[in-house]
């Protein structure tokens, strides 16, 4: 008997191309539960939730840091501010830090929701939106962010890229196909 030749890679998206199902995809059972990847991914958008909110904890906490932040570059750029100037453009920060990070936190929470029903387009927007956010951390924060800011951004960002990989693993993939075909 010959031996069977499987042209397809352990990360490839089908299967070996034999019509047949490979044991170590996930299959729909009774009753229909996630797969692990997709359970991780959800978790990880959860938690990555949780660091948004710490996010905005992180902010009020480090206040005096980004005041003096603020001072610095008023000194260096040799600008004429007050000190109620500087208390404004704080408030600004802040309130835009605040904004954003709640924006994100509800993001981050209804991506996993649609995630955990399998939703095709939660995957899409996730993996649309990772780049966006490494584009923000290598663009603005990178050059202004003290070590506990950068920490907190590098972790969020490390969450997220794990939960895009975990969202394109094959079993995800077969439970989203499964999730999005009619059934009679």
Same mark, same amino acid.
């Given at each position: ?40 991914? #959800? ?12 996010? #905005?904890?992180?902010?009020?906490? *480090? ?12 000194? /260096? ?28 936190? /509800? ?26 956010? /490494? ?8 050059? *202004? ?19 895009? /990989? ?19």
């Amino acid at each position: 008997m010959a031996r069977q030749i499987r042209w397809r890679g352990v990360l490839s998206p089908d299967g070996a191309g034999d019509g047949r199902p490979e044991e170590h995809t996930w299959q729909p059972g009774k009753p229909l539960v996630p797969p692990r990847s997709i359970v991780e991914s #959800v978790r990880l958008m959860q938690f990555g939730a949780f660091l948004e909110v710490c996010e #905005v904890l992180r902010g009020f906490l *480090t206040r005096a840091e980004l005041r003096d932040a603020i001072r610095r570059e008023v000194v /260096v750029g040799k600008l004429p501010a007050t000190d109620a100037d500087i208390e404004g453009v704080l408030r600004f920060t802040l309130g835009l830090t605040t904004i954003v990070a709640v924006a994100a936190c /509800v993001i981050w929470l209804a991506l996993a929701r649609a995630t955990a029903r399998g939703s095709r387009w939660a995957r899409i927007i996730a993996s649309v939106l990772l780049p966006v956010y /490494v584009g923000l951390f290598a663009g603005a924060l990178l050059p *202004t962010a003290g070590k506990f800011a950068f920490t907190l951004a590098f972790a969020i960002l490390f969450v997220g890229a794990w939960a895009v /990989v975990r969202l394109w693993h094959r079993d995800s993939s077969a439970y989203i196909r499964y999730q999005n075909t009619p059934r009679d």
